[in-house]
T-cell receptor
Framework: QQQVKQSPQSLIVQKGGISIINCAYE??????FPWYQQFPGKGPALLIA?????SEKKEGRFTISFNKSAKQFSLHIMDSQPGDSATYFC????????????FGTGTSLTVIP | GAVVSQHPSWVICKSGTSVKIECRSL??????MFWYRQFPKQSLMLMAT?????????EQGVEKDKFLINHASLTLSTLTVTSAHPEDSSFYIC??????????????FGEGSRLTVL
């Protein structure tokens, strides 16, 4: 059973637009939800993360929205830029009860100039 | 964020040889390290989890005798692909979690290692 489901698989957005990637999780015990950005030929880099005690976290143009009751969280990229073109992975973890991370299947984002 | 260094970034070897990939946490003690394999345009496939000083736990379907993982210290884990064959060609990525800067449990990735077996 896939613990974290991510959609869409691919996304094309015009420069300046908003990119939205969604994830849903199964285990209500998850207590840490990071997003990673991966450029071709590179390892994933931690982009932004949220704990379940808050509903939103914003860092620059990147915002995580978290809906605990729906078991969903999403990444919003405001004013999307061509340099944001990458693959994005959401993840969920039991941060304080064990080092296990469950990843979504990834979203390939292309921002068109 | 914390730094995880992976080496080599790319390696080409002949079929039948063994290749070692190193993963180092540069500024924190990595209590747990993970090794992933990633095919082009695919997600991260967890191969194994290793805790310092103990044997690695392999995911189902991953041959532990082929992919040898050693986590001898809190800053170093190695993956050795033994008797490599062309089907082992892939992008291998390590990640580490520990206590970087006092933050517990965040996961940081290495830059990845591209293995090509001829």
């Amino acid at each position: 059973q896939q613990q974290v489901k991510q959609s869409p698989q691919s996304l094309i957005v015009q420069k300046g637009g908003i990119s939205i990637i969604n994830c849903a999780y199964e285990n209500t015990a998850f207590d840490y939800f990071p997003w990673y950005q991966q450029f071709p030929g590179k390892g994933p880099a931690l982009l932004i993360a949220i704990r379940p005690d808050v509903s939103e976290k914003k860092e620059g143009r990147f915002t995580i929205s978290f809906n605990k009751s729906a078991k969903q969280f999403s990444l919003h990229i405001m004013d999307s830029q061509p340099g944001d073109s990458a693959t994005y992975f959401c993840a969920a973890s039991l941060m304080y009860t064990g080092n296990q991370f469950y990843f979504g299947t990834g979203t390939s984002l292309t921002v068109i100039p | 964020g914390a730094v995880v260094s992976q080496h080599p970034s790319w390696v080409i070897c002949k079929s039948g040889t063994s290749v070692k990939i190193e993963c180092r946490s540069l500024d924190f003690q990595a209590t747990t390290m993970f090794w992933y394999r990633q095919f082009p345009k695919q997600s991260l496939m967890l191969m194994a989890t290793s805790n310092e000083g103990s044997k690695a736990t392999y995911e189902q379907g991953v041959e532990k005798d082929k992919f040898l993982i050693n986590h001898a210290s809190l800053t170093l884990s190695t993956l050795t692909v033994t008797s490599a064959h062309p089907e082992d060609s892939s992008f291998y990525i390590c990640s580490a979690t520990g206590t970087p800067g006092g933050t517990t449990g965040e996961l940081f990735f290495g830059e990845g290692s591209r293995l090509t077996v001829l």
